[in-house]
């Protein structure tokens, strides 16, 4: 173990198990509130690692932690791990409660020589003198160590407590007391009868042993549970830091608390009182009594508004809160839901989020099963889209609904959103929408090609509100979502003519924005600076997509221009990114007119494309061109707190932008699953994390169907309406996930 052969060394082990379901709707099964900073700028459980530093703590040495929690919540345990250079990571296959988890952790220890102590904490409290917690810890490992007890931590109580339980001291022994016996929450006169007595603490679940000891223990108590959890141990599946329990042996452990199970019934346990502050912030009240306020005992996160109000927790995420004329409420707006309730009432949070689970979430966007997100596109997300979304008056689509779901209001609509849409639809129809309007893409077709085509040859830029033309320039980005919308029209059976709309947007591409000395297109008929990869990525999309409906090489061929100038100009190869513009012979910018922002979520899209092309036509080192492009995107494009993919950063991997909109995510999941096909490690794991991080920050709200367009670093809305255009990122990213393996 390393630094001292005579020293007590001690094993952390954190249980990060928990869902915190009385501080409903922040803290949920997919992001419990360890994962959440509560009262600073870090998380929980990063506050917890950091009070245990790995080293010399007067006479005892804390080795690396072992951190146990839920196998499907592997990368965000990571994401929070971050700044612990060694650790080992213990993942359940199911929710068994501390006692199969504790039971697990200690055998994997039993048998190692020298035998370590283990201190088992939570991930999810706050202590408020980290280096009295340090000095505790050390006392209840000598004890432990000289009297072999099992040793508790015991927190000495300000105020009588009805929703902890209680440790009730003995004769004093070593450096605490023996414990006489432990107490379960107790009613308000009990709990006052505690507070005067003197003779009570707190159980914190916070505990000390040596492996050996707890494993008798359970050999004798908990047999059944002993013999699943060694089982699981043993069988267990190691990937580097991480150790995967064996599903079945563990998942077969009686469920029950490491309280009951062994606590409450074993002999020669001690507890070392604790100096410090502590609270397992396990309430909004108990959040309230921590928090900062202002002048009228207010404590407000997030965008709200306090008239005459007083002693109120406002914590409002994703939509602006107002309290008037009222006192000691709770008031939380986060995740599409609000909770209201009085202060001194939370304790029935714990009973909302039971009804909650049992009832309304059955109908929310929250599964991650292909058959729930299906159900959530096809059922909710689609018919918002193909009825609220069009124009019946002036044809067409929305360029944008409102947060409430309605119309919004724009001062133009986009082109591209068209195709965008008719593109979405009929894609939705291939992977088996059957509720679409009757003629939905026909009339969209209708609108396009009676109002979209410019007299002199192109698709135009922009049409007014009422849907005449505002901007008739040709651009090659809208030529190329034309092109990919047809090519799904011509998909379906149905559109003889999309054949020949598409081979007249081509003549006219070759026409009018060809560059036959440089390569490539020009960006528009009106001689528009600078170049730009991105309408190059969408027609390399669109004739993929043209080449896969007709089996045509002449489609592959022009994809495969577009790849040589990626590989030739686009790629940056010294620092694995995608460069966005260029001057007219595709030289990179410099000077005052270089924009050396990347994009993360083109890189994804990159990769997602090339891997793509290469099933079709292979090239040398494409492939690990796109494999190098996810990895950058992987490891410098996401906000930590989050997971979510940026807007921009630097190319070195710096300057993450605050934003991260919608529509990086659906690029990060594509990518994820087309590479987790050519057997990229940490594929599967983004895949896991996108589809997450789509369902919990901007899929599940701000209405049913529709989607927040953009957060920020932490997760806060950033968004003033719904973008039409999302619904092509949408609708694809949702396809590639609905038709893999």
């Given amino acids: 173990m390393g630094q001292s052969d005579d020293a007590l060394h001690v094993v952390p082990v954190i249980l990060c198990g928990g869902a915190g379901s009385r501080l409903w709707p922040m803290s949920r099964d997919d992001r419990p509130k360890q994962f959440h900073a509560l009262t600073g700028s870090r998380s929980l459980l990063a506050g917890t690692l950091a009070r245990l530093p790995e080293g010399r703590l007067e006479d005892i040495v804390l080795d690396p932690p072992v951190v146990i929690g839920s196998a499907a919540q592997v990368e965000l345990l990571e994401r929070h791990l971050g700044a612990v250079s060694r650790y080992r990571l ?40 980290d280096e009295a917690f340090r000095g505790t810890v ?65 159980n914190a679940g916070m505990f000390l042993f040596r492996a050996g000891r707890m494993a008798g223990e359970f050999r004798a108590r908990q047999p059944q549970i002993w013999r699943q959890a060694s089982l699981a141990a043993s069988g267990a599946r190691v990937e580097g ?9 563990f998942a077969a452990a009686d469920k029950v608390s490491i309280d009951y199970a062994i606590m409450e019934k074993a002999d020669n346990i001690g507890v070392v009182p604790a100096p410090f502050g502590w609270d397992d912030l396990g309430s909004w009240a108990q959040l309230y009594a921590h928090a900062d306020k202002d002048e009228a005992g207010n404590a407000v996160t997030g965008p709200a508004i306090a008239v005459e109000a007083h002693g109120n927790l406002v914590r409002a995420t994703d ?82 609904l409102a947060l409430d779901g309605t119309v919004g209001d724009y001062a133009f609509r986009r082109l591209r959103v068209l195709p965008r849409q008719i593109y979405s639809f009929a894609r939705a129809m291939e992977l088996g929408w059957t509720g679409a309007p ?48 047809l090519a799904f029209l011509h998909r379906t059976g149905r559109f003889s003519g999309a054949r020949a709309w598409a081979d007249r947007t081509l003549a006219f591409m070759d026409a009018a924005l060809a560059d036959p000395v440089h390569g490539g297109f020009v960006e528009d008929t009106r001689g528009s600076r600078p170049r730009r990869a991105n309408p190059h990525m969408h027609f390399l999309e669109a004739m993929l997509a043209w080449h896969e409906a007709t089996g045509e090489t002449a489609f592959l061929d022009r994809a495969e221009a577009v790849v040589d100038l990626f590989q030739n100009h686009f790629f940056d190869a010294s620092t694995g990114t995608v460069r966005e513009t260029f001057a007219d012979d595709w030289s990179p910018l410099t000077g005052a007119d270089a924009d050396d922002l990347v994009e993360p979520g083109h890189l994804y899209e990159w990769a997602w494309l090339l891997i793509r092309f290469a099933r079709l ?17 992987r490891a410098f494009g996401h906000h930590p707190a989050t997971g979510a993919v940026a807007n921009t950063m630097r190319p070195d991997g710096t300057g993450l932008s605050e934003g991260a909109r919608c529509w990086p995510q659906t690029e990060a999941l594509k990518a994820a699953i087309a590479l987790e096909q050519c057997g990229v ?61």
Wanted: negative net charge.
């Fill in 90 to 129: 213990v993942l359940e296959p199911a929710i068994r409660d501390t006692a199969a988890a504790i039971a697990a952790v200690t055998a994997l220890h039993a048998d190692q020589m020298p035998e370590p102590l283990l201190l088992v904490v939570p991930s999810d409290a706050l202590i408020d003198d």
């Fill in 138 to 202: 050390a006392r209840a490992a000598r004890m432990a160590a000289g009297s072999d007890a099992i040793v508790t931590i015991g927190i000495a109580p300000d105020r009588p407590e009805t929703q902890y339980g209680y440790i009730e001291k003995g004769a004093p022994a070593g450096e605490g007391f023996a414990v006489r016996r432990f107490r379960e929450k107790p009613d308000a006169d009990t709990a006052r009868a505690y507070l005067q007595s003197g003779d009570f603490l707190w």
């Fill in 241 to 249: 830091n991480r150790l995967w329990l064996d599903p079945e042996s």
């Fill in 319 to 400: 939509a602006v809160v107002a309290v008037a004329g009222v006192d000691d409420l709770v008031v939380v707006a986060e995740d599409g839901k609000v909770l209201v309730t009085r202060r001194d009432a939370t304790h029935l949070v714990k009973q909302v989020t039971t009804e909650w689970k049992t009832g309304l979430a059955a109908t929310a966007p929250q599964g991650r099963s292909k058959k729930a997100i299906a159900a959530w596109l096809f059922e909710v997300c689609l018919p918002l889209w193909s009825t609220t979304g069009l124009d019946p008056e002036c044809g067409g689509v929305h360029e944008l």
């Fill in 438 to 485: 009757e003629g939905l893409l026909e009339g969209l077709f209708d609108t396009l090609t009676r109002s979209g085509w410019h007299s002199e040859g192109g698709w135009i830029h922009r049409f007014n509100p009422d849907g005449t033309i505002r901007d008739d320039r040709r651009d090659a980005y809208d030529q190329a979502f034309v092109l990919l919308a």
């Fill in 617 to 633: 036509r292979p090239r040398a080192d494409l492939e690990a061109q796109a494999r190098t492009l996810f990895a950058t995107a």
């Fill in 681 to 741: 490690a940490g594929a599967a794991g983004l895949r896991a994390q996108m589809i997450d991080v789509l369902f919990d920050h901007y899929l599940a709200r701000p209405v049913a169907g529709g989607w927040m367009d953009e957060i920020d670093a932490d997760g806060a809305p950033r968004a003033a309406d719904m973008p039409a255009s999302t619904l092509y990122h949408v609708v694809c990213a949702l396809g590639e996930l609905l038709q893999a393996d």
